[in-house]
Every structure is written in structure tokens, then in C-alpha cells.
């Protein structure tokens, strides 16, 4: 998480009657105070007006608009930037989603913050804002940063409840939040999502339904078929997960346990079990339920229960095993930092420090900022 202050960066100032801003009519009102963007060195009392630029003074009103809501100068500031730049929705859109995809988290935030402070209303904007929190949740997630992938999964949570109250509905806050409950394993809201979003799709045309939307209701009825072949929605299985990942393991696999005397061909049960199983270092068990996953129906297709195989396969000697899995998994995924890093880890248990190196260094390349990979190389440069 960034603590900064970001409205430490601005100041304001009263800009004289005959300001002009280039290629536009807007008039300034000299009674309101205008946020400016400080460069090195600058304050309000030392500034020259003559070489202030129009991008510090955009700068400092997006900068307001994404972290002072209590502003009373907002919707000055508002038409303000929109009659100065009239493209700035779209340009700012067109970077925060260029940010998000290159995983820039910090510059990604600060612009969806932005874009959501210039146009609060904009459901589809607080759409967008809830998927960025969801991807940046997952890749924290993928580097173990398990406490700020809660964090941005609650912010994201947040936003999809947003977007969700909308007039008219957007069906697709109720497609990808329920993408977010199956990652949550809350299998009773994904289903009550993905039937919405098909009650709100039934009647829609093709042009209406845009990009994909036919697509969408198929893996949406799909997502519902499995939830209800597989008895997801069982008390069991929930309480299993809630009781397993807040570290209640034991009492989660007797609940898993129970669901699978009832549902014993559930891939999902197989792998819960291992999980608890593998978090109280039973390597041994937790493989067996890890194989027994992937003899279920659909679970030889998860990336996940390969690396959480492999990681039991190597604490029980079986390397040759772990590295069939984890190439595998990387198959399905090829860009997860975790199975990369076990695939580091596997080579230094073999012995092989230079294979294993590669691997923390392919790591880095993918996130530079990944800290265990970081910390694995540094210990074995202390070592030599």
C-alpha cells in the first residue's frame, strides 16, 4: 500500500484576471484558489506566474480531484479541466488502462483516481475502478503479498457494489464480480451474479450485448452448471475455505472431509483438503489429495493444483515429479511469478544453483519488485 500524501504535492494560488489558457475561452473566476502541480523547489510564495505551465495547473486539479473530496471548489475544478482539455476522460482512460496492463500499479491508481474524482457518477468508470483493484489483488496475491491482496480485494469489492447499483443495471459489474466470488470461493454469491447478469443479458440484442456477450452468457451458464453439478454452494464447502484461510486449518479439513463424503468426485474438495493439509506441512496427505483433484473432472486443468502438487512433491523427495508438474503449470500460466520462483526452488534443492538463479532472475524480469525472488538471490549471493 502507498501511504503518501499526495495533496503534499500541490499548492494554490489566485490566478490573475488576464490569465489565458491556450486554445480555449474558459473564463477564470480570480476568487477561486487553483491547485498547481509544485516543481522542485516551488511553494505559493515564491512561484512566478509568467513560468507556470498548463500542465501543472491540469496536474494539481486532477490531483484534487482524486484526493480532496471535501473540496468545495470540485465542480469549478471539474468544468474547469473539461473546457481546458475536452478529450482528458478518454486521454486519462486511454493511460490508466495502458498502466494497469504494464502492472504500473501506483501510476494506474493515481489515474483511475483521477478519472473517477473528474466524473464520480460514472458507473462505468467505478466498473473499471473495480477491476483494476481485482487485477492488482491477484498479482499481489501471485507474489505472496497475501495482506495487500485483502487489502485491494476489499477496495475492489467495494467498487463492484458500486458499479452494481447503477440505473439502468450494467450486466457486466454482475459478470465480473462473479468472477470475484469463484476467487473468493463464495460459490452462493457467484451463482446469485452470474444469474443476474443472464436475467439482465436474456432480452439483449447482439449490438446490445457488445463485444464477446455471447461468449459471456455461455461461461456465465457454464460457471452456474458447475457451481450446481459440483454442490459448490454446500455449507461444508464454505466453511472449509473461511476456516482454512483464516488458519483454522484443522477445523476446516473436518468440515471439507464432511462435503466430500457426500460429493467424492468434486476436483474443488480435493484440492481444498490438500491446501489445509499442505498449510500444516503434511506433505505427504495433502499429495495424495492434490492427485486425487486431478483425477476429478476438470481438475488437471488448474495451474494452481499442479504448483501446490509439486511444492508436497518436493518436500517428499519426489524432485523428478515436482519439475513435471511445475513445467506443467507454467504451460497453463505462463507468466505466474509463483511457479516460476518453485521452479527456482526445486533446482536449489537438487543442488543446481545456477539453474535455479535463472529461474529468480526470470522472476525479476516479469515483476522487478517480487520480494521473494529478491531475497532468495541476495541469500545466495551471501553465501558464495
Not at 108 to 118: F, I, K, S, V
Not at 149 to 154: G, N
Not at 292 to 298: H, N, P, V
Request: hydrophobic share 35%.
Amino acid at each position: 500500500m502507498n501511504p503518501a500524501n499526495h495533496l503534499d504535492t500541490v499548492y494554490f494560488i489566485k490566478l490573475p484576471d488576464d490569465y489565458r489558457f491556450a486554445n480555449s475561452q474558459f473564463k477564470l473566476d480570480p476568487t477561486v484558489p487553483i491547485p498547481v502541480q509544485k516543481k522542485d523547489g516551488d511553494d505559493s510564495e515564491t512561484m512566478n506566474i509568467s513560468e507556470l505551465s498548463q500542465e501543472q495547473i491540469l496536474a494539481g486539479i486532477l490531483t484534487v480531484l482524486a484526493y480532496d473530496k471535501s473540496n468545495e471548489n470540485l465542480p469549478y475544478y471539474r468544468q474547469m479541466i473539461e473546457k481546458i482539455r475536452p478529450k482528458i476522460k478518454v486521454e486519462l482512460q486511454e493511460a490508466a488502462i495502458l498502466k494497469t496492463r504494464n502492472e504500473e500499479w501506483e501510476l494506474a491508481e493515481e489515474m483511475w483516481t483521477a478519472l473517477h474524482g473528474l466524473d464520480p457518477e460514472n458507473k462505468n468508470i467505478i466498473l473499471n475502478m473495480a477491476l483494476f483493484y481485482d487485477q492488482r489483488a491477484d498479482s499481489y496475491r501471485k507474489n505472496s503479498l497475501h495482506e495487500d491482496a485483502d487489502a485491494y480485494d476489499a477496495f475492489a469489492l467495494t467498487y463492484y457494489k458500486d458499479a452494481m447499483d447503477s440505473d439502468p443495471e450494467i450486466p457486466d459489474a454482475f459478470f465480473n464480480v462473479g468472477y470475484y466470488y469463484l476467487k473468493k470461493r463464495n460459490f452462493s454469491e457467484a451463482k446469485w451474479a452470474f444469474e443476474s447478469f443472464l436475467a439482465l443479458t436474456t432480452d439483449a440484442s447482439e449490438e446490445e450485448l457488445g463485444p464477446n456477450g455471447n461468449e459471456k452468457r455461455e461461461t456465465a451458464q457454464d460457471m452456474l452448471n458447475k457451481i450446481s453439478s459440483r454442490n459448490l454452494e454446500d455449507e461444508h464447502y464454505h466453511n472449509a475455505y473461511e476456516l482454512i484461510s483464516s488458519g483454522q486449518e484443522e477445523k476446516g479439513i473436518n468440515e471439507i472431509r464432511r462435503f466430500i463424503q457426500e460429493n467424492p468426485a468434486v476436483w474443488n474438495a480435493w484440492f481444498l483438503l490438500g491446501w489445509g493439509l499442505r498449510r500444516l506441512e503434511r506433505f505427504s496427505d495433502a499429495k495424495q489429495a492434490f492427485e486425487k483433484a486431478r483425477e476429478c473432472e476438470g481438475g488437471d486443468e488448474n495451474a494452481d493444483t499442479l504448483n501446490e502438487l509439486a511444492i508436497c512433491q518436493m518436500e517428499t523427495g519426489d524432485f523428478n515429479g515436482a519439475k513435471e508438474s511445475l513445467v506443467d503449470a507454467l504451460n497453463m500460466d505462463p507468466d505466474n511469478t509463483k511457479i516460476i520462483s518453485n521452479l527456482g526452488y526445486l533446482f536449489l534443492k537438487m543442488g543446481n544453483e545456477a539453474e535455479a538463479r535463472k529461474y529468480f532472475m526470470t522472476v525479476l524480469e516479469i515483476d522487478p519488485k517480487d520480494p521473494i525472488a529478491s531475497a532468495q538471490l541476495k541469500s545466495m549471493e551471501q553465501e558464495i
